[in-house]
């Protein structure tokens, strides 16, 4: 996996040989910035002989921001992203990609939020401070996933021939995604996928999510495997190697990062034991999403000790049949859509996570939290072979005898509520940036992806 490396960025010798090979054509402001970092060497002695990343950072920054800066371009080229966004959980998965690679000097990054879920999207990016220097806007939000994917690609298409970047970026499987490996394979131009490699064995589950992340694969040029498992999906799929990089889910970057400020529980959990409960999936709509939560409404009917607090998702099939099969039970909270500092603390808080949510596979069990899901394939087997998760489908009797089956023994609840980080240890956006700064900033000669287990989290 990527580390980071002093060697790869530019040795100071190029620097300063560049002030003293140009010192007959400097201007007198050009001197005093010279002057300036010449005593910066001086007086750091530790520093003088060495590649220090952070020194050549800093240096860069000033470069960047200096009246003269063309003189410095063969130094390090200056590289331009787009990041594309539609959903809520991407905003998650993006954020910390967008901060670090704001942080250095070589890059600019742009926000497209391409409106897939333009009320989630927009609250879940003011959450992170995050503000899209473009928006696409759509009348029609109940359109189908053809339809979205059309219009996109024409939108993004346009777009991405107005900003000519050097690279898209986008995270996971959903329509916003594989629109944008199109509309990038069309111009050109070359695509980095987040969270790539996720595979189940079969195309329609998730529907459409699966189809996507085949499909994007084919074209991307960079391809970040959260797992050393997904890695090598895509190397079976004859993915190059060396377009493959390990790096860790950055879910596991923002989660660890919001969960260390210790957020407040939610109002309505109390002493008792709460569930967790979240559907959305588009497969589950209709009679499997409803004999699920039938089953959880069983059980919480038959145990006075347990609650249950749910997010409803905004889309009407989903609210539906929450409010139709969960109302009228005081344990059983129907709460609107949370902030991301909320969940955290929810999930935190909880007895147990059931859901169909793929994020919350790869979270809960980082914060030691048992999850039951609501499907019976996944593409995030890994939690599932550490027993923390357990894939239980949409049966009401299915889902009924997995929650007595942990209400009752507390040995299987033991065993499932123990932290295992099989996504990451919360680094996964530094690799990503430095494999895209080898990528595109340097002639460096690129390794294979490791196929390696991630290391767990200290």
Known sequence: MAQLNDNIYPPQSILLNWGKNAEHQLSDEDRRFKLLLDQTFE??????????????????????????????SHSIPFRTFLIVIGTRPEVIKVAPVVRRLRSVSWASVKIVASGQQSELLGQTLAEFDLRPDITIRHRDASSGPAQVASRLIHRL??????????CVLAQGDTTTAYAASVASFYRKIPFAHIEAGLRTSELDAPFPEEFHRRSIAVSA???????????????????????VVVSGNTVIDSLLEVAATKPPPPAEFGSRRMILLTAHRR???????????????????????????????????????????????PRIHLVEPLGYREMVAAIQNSWCVVTDSGGLQEEAPALAKPVLVLRD??????????????????????????????????????????????????????????????????????QDASIAALQYAS
């Not at 002695?45 to 063309?70: D, E, I, K, Y």
């Not at 391809?223 to 079976?236: C, E, G, K, Q, V």
């Open 43 to 72: 007086t750091s002695p530790a520093l003088r002989g060495t590649n220090s990343a952070a020194l050549v950072r800093r240096f860069l920054g000033l470069c960047m921001h200096h009246p003269r800066q063309v003189q410095f």
């Open 157 to 166: 298409d346009r777009i991405f021939g107005e900003e000519k970047p050097d």
């Open 377 to 446: 394939l996944t593409e995030r087997p890994e939690a599932v072979a550490s027993g923390v998760v357990e894939l239980v489908g949409t049966s009401r009797e299915g889902v009924f005898r997995s929650l007595y089956a942990l209400h009752k023994s507390p040995a299987k609840y033991n065993q499932m509520a123990r932290p295992v980080f099989p996504y990451g240890d919360g680094h996964a956006s530094r690799r990503i940036v430095d494999a895209l700064y080898r990528h595109f900033s340097t002639a460096a000669e690129r």
């Open 221 to 243: 040029t960079l391809h970040f495997a959260p797992t050393s498992a997904a890695a090598r999906n895509l190397i079976d799929e004859n993915v190059p190697k060396d377009r």
């Open 283 to 329: 497969e589950n709509f209709g009679s499997k999403l409803r004999d699920a939560l039938t089953g959880v409404r069983a059980f919480v009917d038959l145990t006075p000790d347990v609650g249950v607090y749910f997010p409803v998702h905004p889309n009407p099939n989903a609210r539906e049949a929450a409010f139709e099969i969960l109302s009228g039970n």
